[in-house]
């Protein structure tokens, strides 16, 4: 990547960012830091409602940070995942971290 001698975005050290791009492009969403669980719930809220999943469907799940995030919190994330999707009837079929 060309250099600019300026930084591709600032983020404050009690903030986060939802949907960054690999090369530092905006994500969907910035805000203060959250626990794994909380932002779980945000981005699967947005998955949920897009899919509108009925009881008794099956899903495969796909947990990725492309390298960022460390493996036991995709594996906490994959957790909450599965809670969530016990919670409303949806067997999850099969899971990759």
Known sequence: ????????????????EIGMGI???PGIARGKLKTADEITDEMLDKI?????????????????????????EL????????QRLDDIGVAVHATWV
């Open 48 to 72: 949920l409602d897009e899919m509108a999943p009925a009881r008794g469907d099956k899903v495969a799940v796909l947990v990725n940070s492309l390298g960022s995030t460390p493996l036991m």
């Open 1 to 16: 990547l060309p250099q600019t001698r300026r930084p591709n975005f600032e983020i404050g050290p009690d903030e986060m």
């Open 23 to 25: 090369h530092g492009e």
């Open 75 to 82: 594996y906490i994330v994959n957790r909450r995942v599965k």
